[in-house]
């Protein structure tokens, strides 16, 4: 299916794009840096170019499974499309810099979307599909697929919890706060499930 190919070409589009940013911006240290980051200066331009390959990545692999999703699946992930579109058009301040603005408000906004509730989408989405005969021979990589992304999601807020535990005095946020690299693999989980799906839909 088209669908599904579009899926995997932005996936890897976004993949590429984040990877390079680590090479053109070394100025942002990615142990402690979000990937949000990127948008700010030069090449900010292709980190919002990422988020809006992985809006399209998502919006294709929902397309490709619509008819085989129930109702809260498709507009939970309509949302989440919106939410990474989102995050391409507004563009977030330093996650050391507290002034108020609400361009930066709306990407946090489109951000806690993401990343709080992909993994309960994909989740959804997965014992949707796995109610369809034809998906159900596929279970075990849909499933792994999922766990992943709860992996994902639990490694980044660990990381948090864990670092402020070593380090009391480390605030909210700063260079003693390491979500950097679990934010990372946190992303690429997300991505690899979209990949897992429609990679899937083209096995089928």
């Given amino acids: 299916m088209i669908s599904a190919s579009i ?23 990615p142990t402690w840096r979000m990937i949000s980051e990127y948008e700010i200066g030069r ?14 990545s998502v919006l294709a692999m929902l397309i490709t499974t619509w008819s085989s999703l129930q109702l809260i699946s498709r507009w939970w992930f309509v949302l989440i499309t ?57 279970q075990p990589i849909l499933i792994m697929g999922t766990v992943l992304t709860w992996i994902g999601m639990v490694a980044f807020f660990t990381s948090i919890i864990i670092s402020r535990r070593i380090d009391p005095s480390a605030g ?20 690899v499930w979209v990949i897992i799906i429609v990679a899937t839909v083209l096995q089928l």
């Fill in 43 to 56: 090449f900010g331009w292709l980190m919002r170019l990422a988020f809006f390959s992985w809006g399209v």
């Fill in 172 to 191: 909210r946020v700063g260079p003693h706060i390491y979500l950097g690299w679990p934010n990372r693999f946190m992303v690429v989980m997300y991505i």
């Fill in 82 to 138: 919106l939410a990474l579109f989102g995050a391409g058009i507004f563009k977030t301040n330093s996650i050391t810099d507290n002034t108020p603005n609400w361009v930066n408000t709306m990407h946090s906004l489109c951000g806690a979307i993401v990343i709080l509730t992909f993994p309960i989408a994909a989740t959804l989405a997965v014992s949707s599909l796995l109610h369809h005969q034809l998906w159900s021979a596929s």
């Fill in 7 to 29: 899926a995997i070409i932005f996936a890897i589009i976004f993949l590429t794009i984040l990877f390079l940013l680590h090479f053109l911006k070394p100025e942002l240290d």
